[in-house]
């Protein structure tokens, strides 16, 4: 008995120890000030920053046009980084979560020199600057950002401002619309219809879907791509059988029909099968020809990247990964592996895609507990995306994963003067669009019906 009290009373100072909230002055001078929120703005301007710099760099420009793109891209980037520094340097911090950056910061920042990519790293960043933010408010933010940026530059190709390219397919001819390519439209249009129907979600009635629907139906008669087809249905329809499920205002979101062990598995599951298509794909099976033809060819891209490229512990560099002749002819092909669990062991490495998966994994498994029904079922529905594109890693898709793992980083600090929980749903977030926005909307998409 006595060592084992010895040994509780050592694991109680050690919980202390790790629990203990370090002395900020900056953040208490911002919490006398009553400056919350204007931290909290920080934060959704830094994230609507880096997401109007992500989509500058998919528009085709014109050849006269590039530069200045490529500058607006560098400005916009620095002030993402700016803002977020600021965000940093006025929180609050426990001795555990300053560990578990510091540590996690370095595996990503090895990661992503060692790929030359800085998805993880933009990731990261927003998980540390997370403390306290809500993912409503971000896609309140982004969405509207999103739809004026891909109307402008649809409306510019029209007009031939900005090029719009026919690439003939085997299956159908498919325009770009003065992107580089039509699954960039496809995926912004996708991502503004899955958003439409989260930030609504605790309001969500028949019109909601079927506006999403529309965008969704939209995007496939524009560019034919069927894998945002799929998803952009799966998505909304999950989405609808959840809130059913649910009810409205219920705290638990999810976790009463999709139960913890439930999510993880499906996760384990997909993880499992993209690792396993990709080490092991063969095109004379007929199950794997048929899964590679309803992934548009993403099976043995993967395969022959991981043949071409094997996977290192701390990645490969994407600029350095170029097969001959895999696509059309003797052309070159860069990195090129959208199923997001290949892309991230082939070019981040074992160590990082690791602690990614894992984190996933539970951040999903403690969702019941800590994180809202917006945030769990945003995580699941980027998970299955994760098997046909790569934009799973990005926050500008994924906000959710960066929400849920900043509650949990920060879950030790006791909340401080107008600071509310960042995942759990309340009366205000209820519906964050107004009703004359909605209504002008929702009778809009209703009109072209």
Known sequence: MRCTGKGDSSLADFKGVVNRELDNPIA????????????????????????????????DFP???????GVAEIVLQLLAIGLLLFKLVVQRYTVGAISVLVGAGIVIGLSAVHAGSFTLAWMFLF??????????????????????????????????????VVLPDARAIRCTFGFKHPNMLAKNLTFIAIGWIMMRFNSLDWRDVICSLVVVCLSYCSTKSRTFLGVG???????????????????????????????VVTVVALVCFSIAAMMWFDPSLPMCAWLNSLLSERLRLAHEFYLAFPPTMWGNHQDAMVLNGILVGASQTGFLVDNAYAHLVLSFGYIAAGLFIALYLFLLWDGGKSAGSV??????????????ESCMLDCSFNPYFAIAAAEV?????????????????T????????????KCVLDGVMGVV
């Not at 919490?31 to 760099?57: D, I, K, N, P």
């Open 375 to 388: 945030v769990v079922l945003g995580m699941l529905i980027c998970a299955v995306v994760g098997v046909g």
């Open 427 to 438: 009366e205000k977030d209820a519906d964050v669009v107004s009703p004359k926005v909605k």
């Open 127 to 164: 998980v540390a600057a997370g403390q306290g933010e809500n993912v409503k408010t971000m896609l309140r933010a982004s969405i509207p950002l999103f739809a004026l940026v891909v109307l402008t530059v649809v409306l510019l190709s029209v007009i031939n401002v900005l090029p719009n």
């Open 63 to 69: 050849a006269n046009m590039i530069p200045m793109a």
């Open 28 to 59: 208490h001078f911002v919490a006398a000030m009553g400056l919350e929120r204007l931290a909290r703005w920080a934060y959704c301007v830094a994230f609507c920053s880096y997401c109007l710099a992500g989509l500058l760099t998919e528009i």
């Open 409 to 425: 980083l920060y879950a030790r600090l006791s909340p401080s003067s107008g600071e509310s929980g960042c995942l759990r749903q």
């Open 233 to 263: 249905f799966f998505s909304i329809v999950f989405l609808a059988i959840a809130y059913r499920y649910q009810g409205r205002g219920c705290q638990l979101g999810c976790t009463a029909w999709f139960p913890a062990v439930l999510r």
